[in-house]
């Protein structure tokens, strides 16, 4: 829990009081951890795996976040309204800690040194939500593609065999684009070096380059 943002810098008596009651979960790929409109009745940190929040308007499906590890399910509800605005699955299994939401917020209430450092925390996860919005209108689908795949990686240059944590429709989602419109922008990165392996792996020849193509103002 320490190299979860929000608990990082908390004293080992405060983390045990506020995860007082928190139950380890492993659930499978597509289980539903909650709906639109339900109570924020647990706020769920990701140990391992990965969750999508998403919306649905009609027939039309909105990928809001994919979160990882160390992230965060929930937060915005339990600390907010009170109701989910999005729903969240698992996808292809996770594992992840269930904190129940009243006592949380209400040992959080009786601490403001540790509610002004959750908010600090949840400011920067917003700022990161707005440099994502950012890309998605400013960026190119093989750009914000490439930028995907840099996510996958720690290294900073070289090559590199990267693979999609998820279904390739979901990242296109998450993206921005319809999958069609994923399968061309990953044609369009073959130009720099960027190949799809008969595996499905990505192959990538030079991260330096990839890196230099997604931060370009104007495609080449």
């Known amino acids: 829990m320490r190299l979860v ?13 506020l995860l007082e009651g928190a139950v380890p979960l492993r659930l499978p790929h597509r289980h539903t951890l909650f709906r639109p409109g339900q109570p924020a009745e647990k706020l769920y940190v990701v140990l391992d795996g990965h969750v999508e929040l998403a919306r649905q308007i009609g027939r039309r499906r909105s990928v809001i976040e994919v979160a990882g590890r160390d992230g965060l399910i929930g937060d915005e ?10 729903g969240a699955r698992v996808l292809a299994g996770a594992a992840l800690l ?15 040194d540790l509610m002004r450092q959750m908010l600090a925390t949840m400011s920067l996860r917003l700022r990161a939500m707005l440099r994502q919005i950012a890309d998605l209108k400013l960026k190119s689908t093989a750009q914000r593609l490439g930028g995907f795949l840099l996510t996958l990686t720690g290294a900073e240059e070289g090559a590199a065999r990267l693979r999609f944590p998820y ?3 979901v990242v296109a989602e998450q993206l921005g684009m ?43």
């Open 5 to 17: 943002p929000l608990f990082a810098d908390l004293a080992v008596e405060d983390l045990a009081l």
């Open 77 to 86: 509800a339990v600390f907010g309204a009170g109701c989910h605005d999005t």
């Open 98 to 112: 269930a904190i129940p939401a009243p006592p949380f917020r209400t040992r959080l209430a009786a601490r403001p």
């Open 167 to 169: 279904d390739k429709q």
């Open 178 to 220: 319809q999958p069609e419109s994923l399968s061309r922008a990953l044609a369009r990165l073959t130009a720099i070096g960027v190949t799809l392996a008969a595996d499905g792996a990505v192959q990538v020849e030079d991260l330096a380059r990839l890196r230099s193509f997604c931060a370009e103002e104007d495609e080449p």
